[in-house]
């Protein structure tokens, strides 16, 4: 058990829908991230936040949001879902901006149908 | 562009014997290397990583060998065991990018009994 949590672990929703994705991260971590993984894919970096503020920025699509609460939480926002947005999305979280060890948790499965 | 390519797979040993799993990397600024390991239905699990100013870095029976000059890093496992069975993700970090990690795509390790 890494300490991040995820929620939920499973969706399956129509295309042209919403979802929101839930990330706690370790305890006393500061940052989170937010990585997809596509079949036949490897981990593509989304968007990172640090103490609520955003940090660095991948390949996340402008359908896509992200952001961090007060009490470090994060949220990943998908609009206007389509299928190829089918995908595991990994919530990571580290206790520094940079030059740490970067801890993932179990994963969101989407599906879009 | 794929900066961090794992150009096998998969690769299948006996158990008792090294396992060898490659990583190829072409950005120069990249100067920390980690492996990560992942098991079906859980997030990827740190491994062991090396800074850039190393050439070997050993925990356990997993050792972490990089090569600068030819961009290249690899993992020995030794010996190998059947728990090992996982995928085994490569990742880079730039020394501008903060705490960014590119993936490559993984590299499917099977240890037969």
């Known amino acids: 058990d890494s300490g991040v949590t995820q929620t939920p672990k499973h969706l399956i929703t129509a295309t042209g829908q919403r979802v929101t994705l839930r990330c706690s991260p370790r305890?006393?971590?500061?940052?989170v991230y937010w990585y997809q993984q596509s079949l036949d894919q490897g981990l593509q970096f989304l968007i990172q936040?640090?103490?609520?503020?955003?940090?660095a920025k991948g390949n996340i699509l402008e359908r896509f949001s992200a952001q961090q609460f007060p009490d470090l939480h994060s949220e990943l926002n998908l609009s206007s879902l389509e299928l190829g947005d089918s995908a595991l999305y990994f919530c990571a979280s580290s206790s520094g901006v940079g030059g740490n060890t970067i801890y993932f948790g179990e994963g969101s499965w989407l599906t879009v149908v | 562009d794929q900066q961090v390519k794992q150009n096998s797979p998969s690769l299948s040993v006996q158990e008792g014997r090294i396992s060898i799993l490659n990583c190829d990397y072409t950005n120069s600024m990249f100067d920390y290397f980690l492996w990560y390991k992942k098991y079906p239905a859980e997030g990827p699990t740190f491994l062991i990583s090396i800074s850039s100013i190393k050439d070997k870095n050993e925990d356990g029976r997993f050792t972490v060998f990089l090569n600068k000059s030819a961009k290249h890093l690899s993992l020995h496992i030794v010996p190998s065991q059947p728990g090992d069975s996982a995928v085994y993700f490569c990742a880079a970090r730039a020394n501008n990018a903060g705490n960014m990690l590119t993936f490559g795509g993984g590299t499917r390790l099977m240890v037969k009994p």
């Open positions: 305890s006393g971590d500061l940052s």
């Open positions: 936040y640090y103490n609520g503020e955003e940090r």
